[in-house]
């Protein structure tokens, strides 16, 4: 038997009951006793929730900035959770502190800077290679990006 369960009949209901949740009573060692599960819920920290608009299609938007935060911080993170929503919300949160909400900050964030937020909760000695460098007082600090596009003369 490949799963370890059993299964017992009760008035006019049979259910499945796990081998962890039987209890076997002193004295009658074939009676068997079904304990209901206790589910008490643990997150795991840091817990980051993404939550995001399920109207406005933005799940593959919110995946995507799931994905690169696990790949970042791979087992630093306890848990990453997307939440469906409603109503445009897009919004980051480590544990119960939101540090990127679309409306409040005014549109959609750089992958850069929620990494760099969630570092300096989670991780603050954590280096995010190119994206950041260490100040002189040892903190971390977005380098500035600056591009400068030069248009070419075409002449035929």
């Not at 209890?23 to 074939?30: A, F, I, S």
Request: with cysteine; glycine share 6%; aromatic share 6%.
């Amino acid at each position: 038997m490949s799963e370890q369960t059993s299964t017992t009949a009760t008035s006019s209901e049979a259910s499945e009951v796990c081998v962890d949740c039987v209890k076997e009573e002193p004295g009658n060692v074939n009676q068997q006793q079904k304990q209901p599960h206790q589910e008490i819920v643990q997150h795991k920290t840091p817990r980051i929730e993404i939550t995001y608009c399920v109207q406005c299609r933005w799940m593959l938007r919110a995946a995507w900035l799931a994905q690169e935060l696990l790949t970042t911080f791979g087992n630093i993170i306890g848990e990453m959770v997307l939440v469906p929503g409603q109503n445009a919300v897009f919004e980051v949160r480590v544990g119960n502190e939101v540090i990127w909400d679309r409306k409040k900050n005014g549109g959609f964030p750089e992958v850069k800077d929620v990494k760099q937020l969630i570092r300096d909760r989670i991780a603050p000695e954590m280096s995010l290679g190119h994206s950041d460098k260490k100040t002189e007082k040892g903190a971390w600090k977005c380098k500035s990006t600056t591009k400068t596009t030069t248009s070419r003369n075409s002449s035929t």
